[in-house]
């Protein structure tokens, strides 16, 4: 059986750039992939904090320190310049791969400088 489990995760970067007329895609600073394992054409999901929509689209890079995260194409339609979104990567094992996976997960400031990594999230209590 195969369980697909969260691979990388940039938590609340800003986005600044919405380019509807870009080939569609999301670029992203390659530091940011790079901390990640993000790779570049990879299958990501992004979620918009600030609206609430959730959509599917791939990675490309972007300038290294350069801290872009630019929604293209019809995406950009679903993210404007300022908004906070999570971006996410999956990806799929086998139960025993599961056993002692753990993510990449980058923090990031608003003005989309990590201020922290971590490979676990802390058990959400009631």
Do not use: W
């Not at 489990?5 to 509807?20: D, F, G, N, Q, Y």
């Not at 992939?33 to 904090?49: H, K, M, P, S, V």
């Not at 290294?64 to 990806?91: F, Q, W």
């Amino acid at each position: 059986m195969q369980l697909t489990l969260l691979k990388s995760k940039i938590h609340r970067a800003c986005v600044t750039h919405a380019e509807p007329d870009y080939e569609g895609s999301c670029a992203i600073d390659v530091d940011m992939l790079d901390a990640t394992g993000i790779r570049a054409f990879e299958q990501i999901d992004i979620y918009n904090i600030s609206n609430g929509a959730r959509f599917t689209t791939y990675a490309i890079r972007a300038d290294p320190g350069s801290r872009v995260i630019s929604v293209n194409g019809a995406a950009a339609h679903l993210a404007s310049v300022n908004d906070r979104v999570i971006i996410c990567a999956y990806a799929a094992m086998t139960e025993s791969e599961a056993e002692g996976h753990q993510p990449n997960l980058v923090y990031l400031d608003a003005s989309n400088h990590v201020i922290k990594t971590s490979h676990s999230i802390a058990d959400q209590s009631a």
